[in-house]
């Protein structure tokens, strides 16, 4: 009998190979731990903070012009350490390799908490080729999507900087509201209103970058009014007058100025009752004796001040001229 | 937290075994290396219920007479009239049940639990009609492992998936941080490697950036160094390009250990139970070994 011969087929082994080939290039990052001494923070990162890798290992010194800054950050940075000690890195840093050094991507402050813990070697991401352009901030926008302070300011700013450059490298074809969702990880009604938000009005990207607005939705809603509209929302908002919810799209339900209460908004002004007729008298009298309505009136006007029902026809006689005359 | 699914769509090449052995691998010695610092759990989401019978005396369902439902938990008083003592992994496709919760359950080792399955339900989420499968099923497992108080509990996530290309395994991928591929070296399980491959490839596409699911490999089970028909399929896959770095040294050979040890009777419970001399017991610390470097990142 010859000897059994076992294999796999050329057509399976072609299959696997083009799928191992093409599942690694979704999977473009291998997970280890590098050690702390070879990370450089990434030079084309602009940092964020004044702590440094260097303040780190060589202690803060009280003459640096930022100790105070850096002091109050290592505090911070403590909190973190503490934490990590605690529950574990989490979230890996994330870098890409340099010759024999590592440039980090994201997660300076984790770093820099890992080394107050002493710790020789940090969990990473590391990518296999060094995340350029779109993919940066792609990266970029999920990590920082981990973070639980993460204002709606820095959110647009990283939609907008990922938007950005994506339109840059696809000249011909725009990032739209579909595939930002879809890249993103974002709903598409999310997706929508970031976009609808990056090109909102000065004065609601003022109101986030302010921090008046933190919530997505309603910097949506806002975005739907005219400037002249969006700034007395927002004013509104600021005086705790007007609550995010009180805004529909494409108006506002109230003027906050006349929103006292709940119910049915005024849409007239009310200048009282009374049953006393001296009361009424006094005031259509004094009404009468203002040179602004003397010269509307053409003639006298007779009252009988013991009728009610005259003297509040005589008051919406002169309210009538007085609408009159500004109408014009 | 990380989260492990042993798979392959072939029955038979040793999911369970995997995952019930590497749990208590991690539970036992990477808890003593001080990589598990907090707990383990082992997830059965296969309607035979074998990984859930090795650590919980599972009881007949009435409602299906040739499946398992879990016993009365530990936990579980007379008097509350809130749930009914039973909680299985199968109860996140119920959110009617929701406010019980999942409860884990105990094992004979201190810082593993399990959630065992439930036949009848896991086949009813199994037989989801396929408009339906994406909002009941897919994204349950991944929504309840996400819940911050799972989360710190537990440092490690095993879960033992069912061999059927179905939803219960998307669901179970779906939610995994990471997967390995063990393959018995003959034909019809090497394309079920294949067939996960594909599926490894399909996550992918459809994950952000940064959550990738990592394949840590493929290693050989039941192995037969004796047989032409191992040691050739296993040359032959080494020799494949690109799966060879994929292709783990360390395999598990047919030994009739590792029965022994899923049997009721048992005596020791685990294959770490063993003497150091054993030689079942010196590849199954060499393979987890490996995986478990692989995953945590250690050295």
Redesign the interface.
């Known amino acids: 009998m010859s000897k059994k011969k076992f294999g796999i087929s050329q057509e399976l082994a072609v299959s696997m190979a083009k799928t191992i080939d093409m599942g690694e290039s979704k999977t473009n990052y291998y997970s280890t731990k590098i050690a702390i001494d070879r990370i450089k923070i990434d030079p084309e990162n602009p940092r964020k903070l004044f702590l440094n890798i260097s303040d780190i290992k060589k202690g803060l010194n009280k003459n640096d012009p930022d100790f105070e800054k850096k002091q109050q950050e290592f505090d911070e940075q403590r909190i973190l350490a503490d934490s990590i000690e605690k529950e574990g890195l989490i979230h890996p840093v994330i870098a890409y390799k340099d010759g024999e050094s590592f440039n980090l991507v994201a997660g300076e402050r984790r770093l820099l908490a890992t080394m107050i813990l002493g710790k020789e070697f940090i969990e990473a991401r590391v990518f296999n080729q060094k995340p350029t352009g779109y993919k940066k901030k792609l990266v970029q926008w999920f990590e920082n999507n981990e973070r639980k302070d993460l204002t709606l300011s820095e959110r647009i700013a990283n939609i907008q900087d990922l938007v950005h450059a994506y339109n840059q490298e696809n000249s011909d074809s725009k990032l739209t509201a579909d595939s930002l969702a879809k890249i993103c990880n974002l709903s598409k009604p999310q997706s929508y209103a970031y976009l609808q938000v990056i090109n909102a009005n000065a004065s609601i990207k003022k109101a986030i970058s302010d921090g008046v607005l933190n919530d997505l939705d309603a910097a949506r809603k806002l975005s739907s009014l005219d400037e002249g509209e969006a700034r007395l929302a927002i004013n509104g908002i600021q005086k705790g007058e007007l609550k995010t919810s009180h805004i529909k799209k494409k108006k506002i339900i109230t003027p906050p100025a006349t929103r006292t209460k709940p119910g049915r908004a005024r849409v007239a002004v009310d200048f009282g009752k009374t049953k006393k007729l001296e009361v009424a008298k006094v005031v259509l009298t004094t009404l009468l004796e203002n040179p602004q309505i003397k010269s509307k009136l053409t003639e006298h006007l007779d009252i009988d001040w013991t009728s009610m029902s005259d003297i509040s026809d005589k008051f919406s006689y002169i309210i009538n001229l007085l609408e009159r005359d500004v109408s014009k | 937290m990380k989260i492990l699914a042993p798979a392959n769509h072939k029955g038979g090449v040793g999911k369970t075994k995997t995952a019930t052995q590497f749990a208590q691998y991690a539970a036992v010695v990477l808890a003593e290396k001080g990589i598990i610092?907090k707990r383990v759990l082992l997830i059965d989401f296969d309607p035979q219920t074998n990984a859930s019978q090795q650590f919980l005396k599972m009881e007949t369902d009435p409602s299906s007479p040739e499946g398992f439902m879990p016993p009365i938990h530990p936990d579980y008083s007379s008097d509350d009239d809130s749930w009914n003592g039973r909680s299985s992994i199968a109860d996140i496709f119920y959110p009617e049940l929701g406010t019980q919760g999942i409860r884990p359950y105990p094992t004979y080792l201190p810082n593993l639990d399990i959630c065992p399955a439930h036949s009848s339900r896991l086949e009813t989420a199994r037989q989801v009609r396929k408009s339906e499968v994406a909002e009941l099923i897919l994204n349950r497992l991944k929504l309840f492992l996400d819940q911050d108080d799972v989360?710190e509990e537990y440092?490690l996530v095993v879960i033992d998936t069912s061999p059927s290309k179905c939803p219960l395994t998307t669901c179970a991928l779906k939610a995994a941080t990471h997967m390995v591929i063990p393959c018995v070296m003959e034909d019809k399980s090497?394309?079920g490697?294949?067939g996960m491959?594909?599926f490894?490839?399909q996550q992918?596409?459809n994950r952000?950036?940064?959550?990738?699911?990592?394949?840590i490999g493929i290693f050989a089970n039941m192995y037969d160094a004796r047989t032409?028909?191992h040691t050739?399929?296993y040359?032959?896959?080494s020799k494949?390009?690109?799966?060879s770095k994929?292709l783990l040294n360390e395999k598990l050979s047919r030994r009739i250990a590792f029965a022994e040890v899923d049997s009721d009777s048992a005596c020791p419970k685990s294959i770490f139970n063993y003497p150091d001399s054993d030689k079942a017991k010196q590849e199954a610390l060499s393979l987890y070994e490996i995986i478990a470097k692989r995953m945590f990142?250690?050295?």
């Open positions: 610092n989360k440092d090497i394309k490697v294949f491959l594909q490894w490839l992918n596409e952000d950036e940064l959550n990738k699911l990592e394949l032409s028909l050739q399929h040359e032959a896959l494949t390009p690109g799966i994929y990142n250690y050295v």
